[in-house]
């Protein structure tokens, strides 16, 4: 059923945000990438994406992969906002553990109307990150990003200050604010152990010893005050 004056539907809109995420993701957009990111089949992505396509929201790029036209970039933009807006609303005025935020938010963003958009940024103050550290889109659907890259890209004596963490997760949001890794900690690579090994990183005082898989989800900005 549609929620909003955009007349899509739920499994559309799910499709929009997820393609607007991926857009600006190091990997880009690939159907295996949609399949795994909303947990579908391969078939099924495919269908959505000719069904995108004749709405005039996907068109294929030179080398076939599927792209995001203007208005479907506009869309997906407005539809993280509502997500993250959601986040916001659960974490800062209904105290939900920051692990628990993206699942519920999931379902809330679809039924929020502009009306109760605008409301709720005004009443939360017009944050410019979800609890996670992203950025929220405007209301224009302008979304301006810092440089980032993920702590397992950092090399030992690097540091900087942690900008966003992946949030789909629920038990690695728990055990990075275990270790203090949450979006504007300072952290510090001390050491990498060799042949894949983890990264010592210093955080809040304390070091811990983070694995690789662990380290590319976290992902850190330059330290302003360091410079």
């Not at 990111?37 to 994406?49: C, K, N």
């Not at 553990?97 to 809330?108: G, L, T």
């Not at 690695?172 to 042949?195: D, H, T």
Request: net charge negative.
């Amino acid at each position: 059923m549609p929620h909003d004056k955009s007349g899509r539907s739920e499994s559309t809109e799910e499709y929009l945000e997820a393609l607007f995420k991926l857009s600006r993701s190091d990997g880009g957009i690939t159907v295996g990438r949609l399949a795994e990111e909303l947990h579908v089949a391969p078939s099924s992505v495919s269908q959505m994406l000719v069904r995108l396509a004749e709405e005039g929201l996907v068109v294929r790029g030179a080398d076939g992969t599927p792209q995001l036209t203007g208005q479907g970039e506009h869309e997906g933009a407005l539809l993280v906002r509502r997500h993250r807006l959601s986040e916001r609303l659960l974490s800062d005025l209904l105290d939900l553990p920051w692990d628990k935020v993206h699942e519920e938010a999931c379902k809330m963003e679809h039924a929020l109307s502009p009306e109760v958009e605008a409301r709720l940024a005004d009443r939360l103050g017009h944050p410019s990150t979800c609890p996670h550290g992203h950025v929220i889109p405007d209301e224009d659907g302008h979304l301006a990003e810092p440089p980032v890259r993920s702590l397992d890209q950092l090399r030992a004596g690097e540091h900087g200050v942690i900008a966003h963490v992946s949030e789909d997760q629920p038990e690695l949001l728990r055990y990075l604010a275990s270790l203090g890794l949450i979006p504007q900690a300072r952290v510090s690579v001390e050491s990498i152990a060799p042949f894949g090994g983890p990264h010592l990183v210093r955080v809040g005082g304390s070091e811990y010893a983070v694995g690789p898989e662990v380290a590319a989800r976290v992902f850190v900005r330059a330290d302003e005050r360091a410079a």
